[in-house]
């Protein structure tokens, strides 16, 4: 559950999602549940090329398991304390 | 202008007024992704995405996956769907079930397209008129792994033949924009209704080393810009998480971030 109690704590922060399909979608982080199924609000496509008919949308679901990637901003994630909880969950608690 | 459909009484759908129809070729554990073709009278082999459905009940009601509990969630009339970027189809019926999204046209009976909500990557309310003329819900839908070829020839498909040309987007185009939001909704509780499979098996193993998902990719990031030299190496090693059975990590978590 690391991730899900991770994701939380970015809710209301920008991020870019990346799915497996290679659409990068930016957006604000409104949700995330236990399959790291992700709600994003003002959200807009990155790489407009590919997707073009898939602007700008208010709300957007995508499905955990499509997820490749969830790119955070650089001041909302602090790394030490990502590092040492996962270290301790990689050890064991 | 308001197309509204005459007569089509959910309340004695054929969901539960009939019986289910006995194909040899369903078992009856109720894994979600066999139920997509069950009921596709002509015999397919399994694929995801977008299928034709044609297994309509005389009340014009699809026909559900009683055994394996597939419910009406809701229904919309005059609904259309636009496949790809092909026009949108004259209206029909769009039925959301706890497992799938199946439409049926109401000018040409036994048209019907289905997918189920595990083939459904994305959904969005779409009102950009530059994205779109009408306002709509726009899904991304989980093609075949080789496939290339975008939306081909619809109506150069031979009737018997249920498959259809790799379609990755589909929108839903209601009479009634203003039901898109709640529409919205109903896609995203049935899409938490129809977890990945393989997520749930591996619910207790190492999220890290999990099938698809964010495991250990949002770490790398792209440009590096998110990794720490040196991450311990640790960090990879395959432990159940959240067995750890002392600590709650997520409290630890939260505490050390608030301010």
């Known amino acids: 559950q690391l991730f899900f109690s991770y994701f ?28 790291l199924n992700i709600k994003l609000e003002n959200t807009r496509v990155v790489d407009q090329d590919k997707y073009p008919h898939m602007l700008s949308v208010r709300n957007c679901f995508i499905r955990g398991s499509v997820v ?13 304390i990502l590092h040492d909880a996962t270290r301790r969950e990689a050890r064991g608690g | 202008r308001v197309w509204r459909s005459q007569d089509t009484k959910l309340s004695s759908t054929s969901a539960t007024a009939k019986p289910f129809r006995k194909n040899p070729q369903i078992s009856h554990a109720p894994r979600p992704e066999t139920l997509a073709l069950c009921f596709v009278p002509t015999t397919v082999p399994m694929a995801p995405g977008l299928k034709r459905f044609t297994d309509v009940a005389g009340d014009g009601t699809p026909r559900l996956d009683d055994a394996a509990g597939e419910e009406l969630v809701c229904v919309e009339r005059a609904a259309s769907v636009a496949l790809g970027s092909r026009a949108p189809e004259p209206p029909g019926t769009l039925f959301i079930t706890t497992r799938r999204v199946i439409w049926l046209s109401e000018a040409e009976k036994g048209r019907g397209y289905a997918v189920g909500f595990l083939d459904i990557t994305l959904h969005a309310v779409s009102r950009d008129p530059e994205a779109y003329p009408s306002p709509c819900l726009y899904t991304q839908i989980e093609a075949e792994a080789d496939s290339d070829e975008e939306d081909g020839d619809l109506d150069s498909e031979a009737d018997s033949d249920s498959q259809l040309p790799k379609i990755s987007e589909m929108r839903i185009i209601l009479a009634d924009a203003a039901q898109l939001d709640s529409l919205f909704d109903a896609f995203c509780h049935c899409a938490e209704l129809n977890p990945d499979p393989t997520a749930e098996e591996n619910e207790d193993s190492d999220l890290f080393h999990g099938e698809g998902m964010t495991n250990g990719g949002w770490i790398h990031g792209d440009e590096d810009e998110h990794m720490v030299d040196g991450i311990d190496p640790e960090f990879f090693i395959p432990n159940p998480i959240g067995q750890n059975g002392g600590d709650d990590l997520s409290s630890s978590v939260l505490e050390v971030c608030i301010d």
């Open chain 1, 8 to 35: 939380k704590e970015l809710v209301g922060k920008e991020v870019t999602v990346e799915l497996k399909n290679d659409l990068a979608i930016r957006g604000t982080l409104h949700s995330v549940d236990q399959y």
């Open chain 1, 68 to 80: 490749r990637y969830v790119l955070l901003p650089q001041d909302g994630v602090d790394i030490d």
